[in-house]
């Protein structure tokens, strides 16, 4: 689904701002036909999570009501219209003047509503009904029965997610109407490749069939301005475009080609799009990591899409800021923990030279219970629609499955394996992994080109004894990769750390065993080659669900504070990564 963009042949209108929001929690509103519209709402910022803006909506996961109102400009009544939702946790459903438009179910991935037949030339009320709760069938899972073969989870939390995040509730992300033309670009494909003598652009256009139309794709950047037109079969063309010399998107040089997309018909366009390309390769190739052809290591991080008063909503400040603090301590990289982050970020990403782990949702699978047939396919859409989304950016190096599944039982590995090879033949031109804390014992490893290891010894296990969590570590790190022979990134290790608190010789919370402990790690991990990633837990301090393992409902294992402030450890990561 095409990202929204403004130009001469589309328009975009926003439709954030203060929405009228109710809670349904006897779940009336179905029934009382709150579609069409609802009485006694409250005022509710749009986009962020309902929990914290309103004191008594603290762990309230819904079923809610949100509505708004807008006139139609008197110029788009001619064109197609289209609602789009980037981001809603977790069901959506949506009524326009009082018609059922659709529902959409998962928490991170947009989706639209062609709305051209509904919208009314005069007011128009948009209702939607937002239901987060968790529930086992649902991915993330939440309300999972304990199961004796896992760990960590069998520690109740509230509420009861089977995940280690607050489980924020909205609509998380902006809403646009969209105008397009009535026939028009419906998506855009591009694969880059290093071919001798150069670089290849390889561009995929779908389009509503429009008679005697062309496709003309334009690339233009870097003193290189090529372009090409190709025939329309069917909705579909494909073109080829190929350069001596490309430069090459880097994380040092992220240079970025314009792309441009036309529909031609005559001389006349009547539609065109625009995107950044990076021309770029990444491979596995043996132990190592290439990306050009080059060796390259991950030093980055864990995330989460967290903020105080805001929760999981788009702030765009945020978004900077966290790519400041990353450059800051000379990160490259991070994975998108543990659910795809906003189209905003990814799009830094490109710009910025960051090499992005691109994971759906599944945190917290199991396989003990039934309805495992619909956990997978919840799972493969998400995957299909992730990649539809984001297989645009040179910065997304790989697809992860999943985080952490409780792999014990033995309907995980061929779960697992069946989205690894899903993955694959949604894209080959990019690794595909999963991430684990079951480590030897993670069969799918096998189907993966790169292996990712979650690993907490010297917090979890061998607390205050960080030499001994560390001798483990590198013992493990050694059987895993002569067991899977292939390369190793340790995709999570932290401890958790309250800001301010400080001791020595260094004891567990505060700073100082903090920073021993990421620095000894980051020795671990360094000294073998064929470790090809250190992402530390996490970038900031998050919210999560309360518990004893979580002080004041934090996770504190952030270098940076929730607000975003330096802990010792961020000091040390900016030293042993060479920040700015
Ligand atoms: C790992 C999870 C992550 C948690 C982290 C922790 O992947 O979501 O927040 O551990 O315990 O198990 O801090």
């Not at 929001?21 to 006897?26: A, H, I, K, T």
């Not at 441009?260 to 990444?282: C, M, N, P």
Request: glycine share 8%; hydrophobic share 40%; aromatic share 10%.
């Amino acid at each position: 689904m095409l990202y929204p963009r403004i130009n001469r042949f589309r328009q975009v209108i926003e439709l954030s701002g203060f929405w009228d929001f109710r809670p349904d929690p006897r779940n009336e509103g179905e029934t009382g036909n709150w579609g069409r519209g609802f009485e006694g709402g409250e005022p509710m910022a749009v986009p962020a999570s309902w929990n914290d803006q309103v004191t008594d909506l603290r762990d309230f996961l819904g079923p809610a009501w949100y509505a708004t109102s807008f006139e139609l400009p008197e110029a788009w009544e001619q064109g197609r219209l289209l609602l789009r939702f980037d981001s809603v946790n977790y069901l959506a459903s949506v009524w326009l003047n009082g018609t059922r438009l659709g529902d959409h179910e998962g928490g991170h991935l947009p989706f639209s509503f062609d709305v051209t037949r509904a919208v009314a030339p005069g007011g128009n009320r948009l209702v939607v009904r937002v239901d987060g709760q968790l529930a086992p069938d649902r991915v993330p899972p939440g309300n999972v029965p304990a199961d004796p073969m896992d760990g960590f989870f069998n520690n109740p939390q509230h509420p009861a997610a089977s995940f280690d995040f607050f489980p924020f509730c909205g609509i998380h992300r902006p809403v646009r109407l969209c105008r397009v033309p009535s026939q028009s670009i419906e998506s855009v494909e591009v694969e880059t490749a290093l071919e001798k003598p150069g670089g290849v652009v390889r561009v995929r256009v779908r389009c509503g069939i429009a008679p005697s139309t062309q496709v003309r794709v334009r690339l233009e950047g870097h003193g290189e301005s090529l372009a090409t037109d190709a025939d329309i079969s069917e909705g579909r063309a494909s073109v080829s475009l190929s350069m001596a010399r490309p430069a090459l998107w880097s994380c040092q040089s992220p240079n970025l080609y314009r792309l441009e997309v036309q529909l031609v018909r005559g001389k006349d366009a009547f539609d065109s799009y625009t995107l950044s390309a990076g021309i770029r390769s990444i491979q596995v190739q043996g132990d190592r990591l290439l990306l050009n052809g080059e060796p390259v290591l991950l030093k980055g991080f864990g995330r989460h899409e967290d903020f105080p008063v805001t929760g999981r909503g788009l702030v765009p400040a945020v978004v900077v800021r966290d790519f400041d603090l990353m450059k800051w301590t000379g990160a490259n990289s991070f994975r998108t923990t543990h659910y795809p982050y906003s189209e905003e970020m990814m799009d830094l990403a490109d710009r910025l030279g960051y090499l992005v782990i691109d994971e759906i949702p599944a945190v917290g699978l199991f396989f003990s219970e039934g309805g495992l047939e619909r956990r997978k396919a919840l799972c493969a859409a998400c995957l299909r629609d992730l990649v539809a989304r984001d297989r645009n950016h040179p910065s997304v190096i790989a697809w992860s499955v999943a985080n952490e599944p409780h792999s014990r039982r033995s309907a995980a590995a061929p779960f697992l394996q069946d989205l690894v090879a899903l993955a694959r033949s949604l894209d080959p031109t990019r690794l595909v992994t999963m991430v684990s804390h079951v480590g030897l014992e993670e069969e799918a490893f096998s189907s993966c080109d790169v292996a990712c290891l979650n690993r907490y010894y010297g917090w979890y296990s061998e607390g205050g004894r960080i030499e001994e969590g560390c001798a483990r570590l590198a013992a493990e790190l050694d059987a895993l990769h002569e067991k899977f022979a292939k390369p190793i990134i340790l995709s999570e290790f932290g401890a958790d750390t309250v800001s301010g608190w400080h001791s020595e010789p260094p004891e567990m919370f505060s700073e100082e065993y903090q920073a021993r402990f990421l620095e000894r790690c980051i020795q671990v991990a360094s000294s073998r080659p064929w470790v090809v990633g250190q992402h530390v837990w996490n970038l900031c301090d998050f919210k999560t669900g309360q518990s004893i393992q979580r002080v004041g409902a934090m996770n504190l294992k952030g270098v940076f504070t929730r607000d975003r402030r330096p802990k010792m450890a961020a000091h040390l990561l900016r030293r042993l990564w060479g920040g700015r």
